[in-house]
């Protein structure tokens, strides 16, 4: 079954510094792999996927992945973070290897808090 | 811009009470998704439909959790009785396109239930 590992409970970046939010996974097939972003008592939003080609990929406000499959990470980046990134992050991976009842289900990471300073 | 749509937003009950939450997909998704979120965790699916048609309620504790999606749009999540275990955040996600693996699902705001 596929799993999803952030390591990080909380991230703290300065204004301005960059930021990297660290994800790593374990599929048995190929991986579907995306970021979300959660505000105080809210839904989840979409911010990037992979699914193949390109090793980086760019996503909404500034953010990009870096995908890494010997090291079967996923992790979150931008070069320059700004105090409304402040949030809760969340990885999840989808196993691409299919079912006899179809697709398997996406399975979210716990979640890091990334809080950015002023 | 399109959005999921739930409510209420927030719901209080006594445990052993009966509660139900309502979805609206964006129009047009043929997937919707129903997700529990407990505080400090990532979402965990509930139940998964293909327009009316239930393709994954593996993790649904069918004892007391129920869900519906009768004409293939809107979607009803009940839980009769309610136990204190239950609070949480219950987020409802649609998807544009038939059990594709890489389409990103569009999520509600959530409704927030807390069992006394």
């Known amino acids: 079954a596929q799993s999803v590992a952030q390591p990080e409970d909380q991230v703290n970046v300065a204004e301005g510094n960059p930021l990297t939010v660290k994800c790593t996974y374990s599929?048995?097939?190929?991986?579907?792999l995306f970021w979300y972003v959660q505000y105080p008592n809210r839904g989840l939003q979409f911010l990037l996927k992979?699914?193949?080609?390109?090793?980086l990929v760019k996503g909404s406000y500034g953010f990009e992945a870096e995908f890494n499959k010997s090291q079967t990470s996923f992790h979150l980046k931008k070069p320059s973070a700004l105090v409304s990134d402040s949030a809760l992050y969340f990885c999840?991976?989808?196993?691409?290897?299919?079912?006899?009842?179809?697709?398997?289900?996406?399975?979210f990471g716990t979640g890091t808090r990334l809080l950015v300073s002023p | 811009e399109a959005e999921v749509a739930q409510s209420p937003r927030y719901k209080i009950t006594e445990k052993s009470q009966a509660v139900a939450f309502w979805c609206d997909p964006i129009?047009?998704?043929?997937?919707l998704y129903w997700y529990r979120q407990i505080l400090g965790q990532g979402p965990e699916l509930l139940v998964q439909?293909?327009?009316?048609?239930?393709?994954?309620d593996s993790q649904l504790p069918k004892d007391r959790f129920s869900a519906e999606r009768l004409k293939g749009v809107d979607s009803t999540l009940k839980i009769q009785p309610a136990e204190l275990g239950d609070s949480a955040m219950y987020l409802c996600?649609?998807?544009?396109?038939?059990?594709?693996?890489?389409?990103?699902?569009?999520f509600g705001p959530g409704t927030r239930l807390t069992v006394l």
């Open positions: 996600a649609s998807s544009p396109a038939r059990a594709v693996a890489y389409n990103e699902q569009f």
């Open positions: 599929v048995s097939g190929n991986p579907y």
């Open positions: 992979y699914i193949t080609g390109d090793n």
């Open positions: 999840a991976v989808r196993d691409g290897q299919r079912r006899n009842t179809g697709f398997q289900k996406l399975v």
């Open positions: 129009s047009g998704h043929a997937t």
């Open positions: 439909f293909q327009d009316e048609s239930v393709v994954d």
